[in-house]
């Protein structure tokens, strides 16, 4: 599906995407680096992950061929009139339906992504998650797609799980930009783990691992905005508390006609999964199913919709991640 953008002309029209670089970004090799930086911070960039410009633009389109499939050819990305009514994606910007996207895919595919969670985890057996994409309207001239965004918060509830069991990605096909806004972390939270832990003990009362910080807590005076270029991945530790922030002027992307297009990964040792776990990621990516971060776990919160739904074609070395 190879359309134009040209339709979104009025919202690109003299607005080029700011270029940006955290003062955390290091290459893939610097591994030394950027692993003390996660240890040390929490979180860090890692620049390039994409392997060529024309990857970036790949995955780009393979998004919009999924968000288009996903309305069933009442979405076009190049008529910006058919981006309200029909938009498949809530406004949030998360899409349940895209974990056994093309576009996923192509992203745990690359070999930088594969050989940055390898480094993290010290082995190249690896399952990756089944998370989907994270897509911004530009709202500059339509207040009502201003994206809503969740509180501060963890992805792994300190009450049943310790140390770090869990590091997860977020690959730009957008530059960030404070203008636009994105991920926000507050660096160094998860050395604070178990104090944060003790003055939350309503998370004791849920199993489950997302859990919002209070309103008014100190730690949320802290969070910051973390940039970064577009095939570029932002890492953090599950237990970093981080979300997402709008900023004030929702001007789109040039390339994509969109303010914010990042996909999420998360890649865990298989040596975690039960057989039982393995054998339902299976049947999962077989019917498209969407979950989330925890790989080495199985919670479906999403299916792809379409009515023809296939499982994509993978190489040999991307099914193993299966």
Not at 198 to 225: F, V
Not at 255 to 281: I, N, Y
Request: hydrophobic share 35%; glycine share 8%.
């Amino acid at each position: 599906m190879e359309e134009s953008l040209e339709g979104t002309s009025r919202l690109t029209a003299g607005v080029a995407c700011l270029g940006c670089r955290a003062p955390h970004a290091f290459d893939a090799s610097e591994e030394r680096e950027w692993l003390a930086c996660l240890a040390t911070r929490g979180y860090g960039v890692i620049r390039s992950v994409a392997p060529s410009p024309d990857a970036v633009s790949s995955a780009q389109s393979q998004v919009w061929d999924h968000l288009e499939a996903q309305s069933r050819g009442t979405l076009l990305r190049g008529d910006i009139d058919t981006w309200d009514k029909h938009w498949p994606v809530q406004n949030c910007g998360i899409c349940w339906t895209a974990g056994q996207s093309q576009a996923m895919w192509s992203m745990r595919g690359w070999a930088k992504v594969q050989q940055v969670f390898a480094a993290v985890w010290g082995m190249d057996e690896l399952v990756t998650s089944f998370d989907g994409f994270i897509v911004w309207r530009p709202w500059c001239d339509k207040e009502a797609w201003k994206p809503k965004t969740s509180r501060l918060h963890l992805d792994q509830n300190p009450w049943y799980k310790e140390g770090k069991l869990c590091v997860q990605g977020m690959v730009q096909l957008c530059d960030s930009s404070a203008r636009v806004g994105g991920l926000q972390v507050v660096e160094g939270s998860h050395l604070e783990n178990m104090a944060i832990r003790d003055k939350n003990p309503q998370w004791k009362a849920s199993s489950s691992d997302w859990c919002e910080t209070r309103e008014g807590d100190p730690l949320n005076d802290r969070a910051h905005l973390v940039l970064a270029n577009k095939g570029d991945m932002i890492l953090w530790d599950s237990r970093t508390v981080h979300g997402g922030v709008v900023g004030d002027v929702g001007s789109a992307c040039s390339d994509t006609g969109l303010a914010r297009m990042v996909g999420c990964v998360c890649m865990l040792p298989r040596e975690r999964c039960t057989s039982d776990v393995l054998a339902r990621r299976l049947a999962g990516f077989k019917k498209g199913v969407t979950c989330n971060h925890w790989a080495d776990e199985y919670h479906a919160s999403g299916y792809a919709s379409s009515h023809d739904y296939s499982p994509p074609d993978l190489s040999e070395e991307t099914t193993r991640l299966i």
